[in-house]
């Protein structure tokens, strides 16, 4: 239900704003960096570089304020490791869909060129779950990719700046919900770094 109240409030906030010539879309391509956190120091994660594409919309919420939905398609690499046991590194990737929806507010508006703050609330699904069969023991409580859920939040905040038609972004997705759904108490989340690059279509 509150999925949905959002889903209507940004479809009526976009309509009233594309009638009055303050909505903008745009394409974006980014560079991740990310990394899972754990509450267990018998779990220690490493971090890969990956990458994300999608689509954002802009809309005018006055002078300087800002809403911004996204949806981007982001491949996640990392791996997750025993320090006490040799060779136990296992690679895991995750292929997501990110929907993030952010609030902006512009700290410098030039006629060409502005800065920007944002933050707000994203939503990942999991496409595809994919991690690596080594053997850990017994008691290592990730025994396969089913241990993860299909579904995450986070939160994202960010600054970022527009010259003409491109943008540029800065951000950082720390992850909110556990996506451990194994037998064990363990908490597990995903924390992002994010550099994008967005061009201006309409």
Do not use: C
């Amino acid at each position: 239900m509150k999925r949905l109240m959002i889903v209507l409030v940004v479809l009526a906030t976009a309509t009233t704003a594309m009638s009055q010539g303050k909505f903008s879309l745009g394409v974006k391509l980014g560079y991740n960096a990310n990394k899972l956190s754990s509450d267990l120091d018998s779990i220690k994660a490493g971090m890969k570089n990956t990458f994300q594409v999608g689509a954002y919309a802009r809309i005018s919420l006055g002078k300087k304020a800002y809403l911004q939905p996204e949806i981007a398609y982001q491949l996640t690499k990392g791996d997750i490791n025993n320090p006490l046991h040799a060779y136990s590194a296992r690679n895991y990737t995750l292929n997501t869909i990110k929907v993030p929806l952010l609030f902006g507010y512009k700290i410098l508006d030039l006629k060409i060129a502005n800065v920007r703050v944002m933050g707000g609330p994203a939503f990942s699904y999991y496409l595809d779950k994919k991690l690596d069969d080594v053997k850990q023991g017994e008691f290592w409580p990730i025994k396969s990719s089913s241990d993860l859920k299909n579904s995450m939040w986070s939160a994202q905040l960010g600054i970022g700046a527009d010259v003409l038609a491109f943008s540029l972004d800065i951000r950082y997705d720390v992850g909110i919900s556990n996506i451990y759904k194994g037998n064990s108490d363990l908490k597990l989340r995903n924390n992002m770094f994010n550099v994008s690059l967005g061009y201006k279509i309409l």
